[in-house]
């Protein structure tokens, strides 16, 4: 079965430092995707990024980067230069085949970040 | 691009109670919807998906239900709320079947059962 695993209940950090949070997943499957989602404290889940298991590129995308190593299955979130605004509880996320051929998501636990200012 | 609305935004029920979650969609057809449930301080937990209208596929034993009498509308049900069914309720959709894609979520309800 699939699982995702969020080691870090909760970080605080302050303003402009950099964090890191850590996401490792197990599959059987040879193809998939994997996600990361923030959630702000009005609920709203809002889509960040999405990887193909065969692109093991590292992305960038301003103040965030990604770090997927299917080596040791792992798709790690940095924030450089964090900002009050980042605080919010992340999550992580691997995708499965449904019945239908649809995609199903399993998603980690979360990890509560926040930016002290 | 499409848009997702749940109602209500928040619900507080009594125990033995029936409910009814509405999710619909804008500016999309044909969407797989997904309705997911987040505990207090917990992860997401996928409860329901469609492809279509009529085909729904269960995830967890539950005294839940859902149903999708149209293409836009994804309904989550019970006919007796128990406590453990507290909870943050999502909506979620993504457009493509047959391969994977992403899934965006709507706003949420809020469901306490007393």
């Known amino acids: 079965a699939q699982k995702v695993t969020q080691a870090q209940t909760e970080i605080s950090v302050v303003e402009k430092e950099d964090v890191t949070l850590d996401c490792v997943y197990e599959?059987?499957?040879?193809?998939?995707?994997l996600f990361w989602y923030k959630q702000p404290p009005s609920g709203e889940l809002v889509f960040l990024i999405r990887?193909?298991?065969?692109?093991?590129q590292n992305e960038i995308s301003g103040r965030y980067s990604w770090n997927f190593q299917k080596s040791t299955s792992s798709f790690n979130f940095t924030i450089t230069a964090s900002q009050v605004v980042d605080s919010a509880v992340y999550f992580c996320?691997?995708?499965?085949?449904?019945?239908?051929?649809?995609?199903?998501?399993?998603f980690g636990t979360g990890t509560r970040l926040t930016i002290i200012p | 691009s499409q848009t997702i609305h749940q109602w209500p935004a928040t619900l507080v029920q009594p125990v033995g109670s029936p409910l009814s979650l509405e999710c619909t969609v804008e500016g999309t057809s044909n969407p797989n919807l997904y309705w997911y449930r987040q505990a207090a301080g917990r992860g997401l937990q996928l409860l329901f998906y469609s492809v279509g209208i009529g085909q729904i596929s269960s995830e967890v034993p539950q005294n839940l239900s859902a149903s999708r009498p149209q293409d836009r509308q994804f309904i989550l049900s019970s006919k007796k709320l128990l406590l453990s069914d507290s909870g943050f309720y999502l909506c979620?959709?993504?457009?493509?079947?047959?391969?994977?894609?992403?899934?965006?979520f709507g706003p949420g309800t809020r469901l306490t059962v007393l």
């Open positions: 996320a691997l995708s499965e085949v449904g019945n239908f051929g649809n995609e199903k998501l399993t």
């Open positions: 990887r193909n298991s065969f692109d093991e």
């Open positions: 599959t059987r499957d040879t193809t998939y995707y």
């Open positions: 979620a959709l993504d457009l493509t079947s047959g391969y994977t894609d992403t899934q965006y």
